[in-house]
């Protein structure tokens, strides 16, 4: 093998424990993002309230790991995706009316599925 083809594949083994050691569960809230921890918890959160309320068996999925949004300066809020979002299946719409230094808003559908 030349340098060339030994340099791309050194870098890519390298760079795997980076991609390893990233989750969930460690993209909390900072100062300017909303975390993806934060926002799936709080769709568990209403699912767990409409499980109790209407004695279904949805459980919350993790919400897609390619968002990123600017911290949420507001509490959030939580209802069922509008069936009009055109989106498969069941989905929980995390909202946030106002974020931290911009006057923007932004949704994040969180999936659920039926508990096995």
């Given amino acids: 093998m030349?340098?060339?083809?030994?340099?791309?594949?050194?870098?890519?083994?390298?760079?795997?424990?980076?991609f390893a050691a990233w989750s969930i569960e460690t993209d909390r809230s900072t100062a300017k993002m909303h975390?993806?921890?934060?926002?799936?918890?709080?769709?568990?959160?209403?699912?767990?309230?409409?499980?109790?309320?209407?004695?279904?068996?949805?459980?919350?999925?993790?919400?897609?790991?390619?968002?990123?949004?600017?911290?949420?300066?507001?509490?959030?809020?939580t209802k069922w995706t509008p069936h009009s979002y055109g989106l498969t299946g069941r989905n929980v719409m995390v909202s946030c009316a106002r974020t931290v230094g911009t006057p923007q808003k932004w949704n994040v559908n969180v999936p659920v599925t039926r508990k096995k």
Avoid at 2 to 18: E, K, N
Avoid at 52 to 61: D, N, Y
Avoid at 65 to 73: D, F
């Fill in 35 to 77: 975390g993806l921890f934060e926002i799936r918890e709080e769709a568990r959160s209403f699912v767990a309230k409409e499980n109790a309320a209407t004695r279904s068996g949805w459980e919350a999925l993790d919400p897609n790991l390619k968002i990123l949004v600017p911290r949420c300066s507001v509490p959030l809020e």
């Fill in 2 to 18: 030349t340098r060339r083809t030994v340099l791309p594949l050194l870098l890519l083994f390298a760079s795997a424990p980076c």
